[in-house]
């Protein structure tokens, strides 16, 4: 996938390794990574930001649809 779109958002790469695997484990996956993600020095605090708000999202998405 990544061959295709050097660039291809997180969300989206999720999205399609969602449709390809179970999307149960890929969950777990991105809530494991959201808890161990750490700002990399050579990343700005804006990209550091975003690479968490795009984990957030993936990893809580059904909490956020049940009102949490």
């Known amino acids: ?3 295709e779109d050097r660039h291809m958002p997180l969300r989206q790469l999720m999205k399609r390794m969602e449709q390809r695997f179970a999307s149960k484990h890929l969950r777990k996956t991105a809530l494991i990574r959201f808890q161990n993600a750490k700002q990399r020095i050579e990343e700005s605090i804006e990209d550091w ?3 968490i708000h795009h984990l957030a999202l993936y990893a809580f998405e ?5 009102g949490l």
């Open 49 to 51: 930001a975003e690479r």
């Open 1 to 3: 996938m990544m061959r």
């Open 62 to 66: 059904e909490d956020a649809g049940a």
